[in-house]
């Protein structure tokens, strides 16, 4: 008598045998360091480290790039942002084993032989920081937002910058500043 049990069982068989010729003979430790080639601000750095890093630990950490803060940790208030290939991630959020072969931008590169960037200056001629903790983010999310066609208008600002929070609240001082660097950017990605 054949029962539903037993005709399943050669098809559960099957799939168990198949399952086991997709699992690699030897597991790989997490916990085991990854040589990883990095490229931060121009420079090109070799490091060892464990595969579950985020980006903004092994900037911090190993790099001693301080300029990205931890905030929350978690990807809300944008305290973190960076630049990879000119587009902005949290990088608490973001594993560093997915930087590789791509270009990271920290606020550290900014300035080039003491001439501060337009949104850097931007944001000093327009007081758009208070205490500052937040700056660093919010000037390479601003740079972003004007390089992504995003800086329009007040609203358009608002809304694609509304990813970092500024606690003392110098966000009118913000879009300010985004509409000044707005235009050097342009006028100086023409030339």
């Known amino acids: 008598m054949v029962t539903a049990s037993t005709a399943a069982a ?17 597991a790989v ?15 090109d750095h070799q490091l060892a480290f464990d595969v579950r890093t985020s980006l903004l630990d092994l900037l911090r950490e190993r790099l001693g790039l301080t300029g990205a803060k931890k905030g929350c940790d978690h990807g809300q208030c944008g305290a973190c942002t960076v ?11 973001t ?10 931008t920290t606020i550290e590169s ?7 960037h337009p949104m850097q200056q931007a944001f000093i001629d327009h007081d758009a920081f208070q205490c500052g903790y937040c700056t660093p ?8 937002c004007v390089s992504e066609g995003h800086a329009n208008s007040d609203a358009d600002i608002r809304e694609y910058m509304s990813g970092n929070l500024c606690r003392c609240a110098a966000y009118p001082n913000i879009v300010d500043a ?11 990605s023409t030339d």
């Open 10 to 26: 050669p098809v559960l068989e099957g799939a168990s045998g198949a399952r086991a010729a997709a699992t690699p003979a030897a």
């Open 29 to 43: 430790d997490p916990r085991k360091p990854v040589d990883i080639a990095l490229n931060v601000n121009g420079r």
């Open 83 to 93: 630049l990879l290939d000119g587009r902005r991630v949290l990088a608490c959020l």
């Open 95 to 104: 594993p560093a084993v997915a930087a590789q072969g791509r270009e990271i």
């Open 110 to 116: 900014l300035a080039n032989d003491g001439a501060l």
């Open 137 to 144: 983010g919010q000037i390479l999310s601003a740079i972003a």
């Open 178 to 188: 985004v509409k000044q660097a707005r235009s050097a950017m342009k006028a100086a």
